[in-house]
């Protein structure tokens, strides 16, 4: 849902407006991009994420972003992701629940990453697709974006993504091209949080996904 936005587009000549949108997967993106596309912006994806845990992981999400993003012809900038600045973040923090103060800690950085990131190529307005999954806080997350905003002096693009079936089109759009689709968030902690939960189903004899 794109209505959320600020009324300030920053459009200095006629036709789309560009966007530096911050990613974490390709099908995350999918939906995403879609609308906004439709409603007149051309967004640039910045693969900002020094969360996501194991490496392998990791490169596997940047290697089917770039994959899309080159059949889509989408531009695509990658972040010199460093973990160890996602550990300094969150220091503290690592026993906290999934959605607690540790995910704000990290919404944060990835969000000042690319903020910093859009003031370096001159992008003016910038945003983020976390918003589709419907496991954020599309609340808290528009907030330390427009805060970020204010300090750099930028435009946050403000938006709920998973509204009016965003998180579905985004299924359904990953179906379609076939996309490898995790299981978890990212970090360390989220997976094994994951497999603790796996673990959990397994003894119940309950083999299901509950993603």
């Known amino acids: 849902m794109i209505a959320e936005r600020a009324a300030d587009s920053r459009r200095a000549v006629p036709g789309p407006t560009p966007l530096l949108l911050q990613v974490c997967c390709a099908p995350c993106s999918t939906a995403v991009v879609e609308q906004l596309q439709q409603a007149g912006y051309a967004p640039t994806l910045y693969f900002c994420n020094p969360n996501i845990h194991p490496l392998t992981e990791y490169q596997q999400r940047r290697a089917e972003l770039q994959r899309w993003c080159s059949r889509q012809r989408l531009p695509l900038l990658l972040a010199d992701d460093r973990p160890a600045d996602w550990f300094a973040a969150i220091a503290g923090l690592e026993n906290q629940p999934e959605r607690g103060r540790r995910c704000h800690r990290c919404f944060r950085l990835r ?101």
Do not use: M, W
Not at 121 to 144: C, E, M, Q, Y
Not at 177 to 185: A, D, E, K, S, V
């Open 111 to 211: 969000l000042q990453l690319t903020a910093l990131c859009a003031r370096r190529h001159g992008f003016g307005l910038f945003g983020t697709a976390l918003t589709v999954s419907p496991h954020k806080d599309a609340v808290a997350i528009n907030r330390l974006g427009q805060a970020l905003g204010r300090q750099l002096g930028l435009e946050f693009f403000v938006a709920n993504f998973k509204k009016q079936g965003g998180f579905q089109r985004s299924l359904e759009l990953s179906r379609q091209n076939g996309f490898y689709r995790q299981r978890y968030c990212g970090c360390q902690f989220s997976l094994q949080q994951r497999q603790r939960q796996d673990a959990a189903r397994a003894a119940a004899g309950d083999h299901g996904d509950s993603r």
